[in-house]
């Protein structure tokens, strides 16, 4: 499915999606939850909340990781965890870190690293094609 309007108009919804999170909260914003192209992008959001974490993504206790945290402002490299495992159990100074699992939480990083490294965990391919996308959200 393509853009059918604004700036984006003619793009592939999953490539604004994914590049251009902003817009999608920017339409949420504006009163747009009846258009089409949101109600698509909301599809594309479910399906990549549950989409796991590559099984290459482990927690210190070797789990298989469901969460990326990071200081609080900044992209280090990022820490992998568990459900099981608490945010501050390895070491870090309470209340500094950020526990990122789903897509919202994700978009209020605004950081092109963090968005890196988000994508990779999900699977997301790295050259975001048309035909690319349709097959990474089977649609």
Known sequence: ??????????????WVFLNYPEYFQWMDSNDMQNKKDYQFMLGLKEKLNEMPFSSAMYC??????????LYKGQFNGGYWFCGSCELDSKGANQ??????STYDEFVNGKNNRLSLAYYNAKGV????????????FGY
């Open 1 to 14: 499915m393509n853009m059918s309007f604004g700036k984006f108009k003619g793009e592939s919804v999953a």
């Open 60 to 69: 210190s206790c070797k789990n298989t990781a469901t969460r990326l945290s």
């Open 95 to 100: 209340g500094y870190l950020t526990g990122i």
């Open 125 to 136: 391919p790295e050259r975001k094609t048309k035909s690319a996308l349709k097959y990474y």
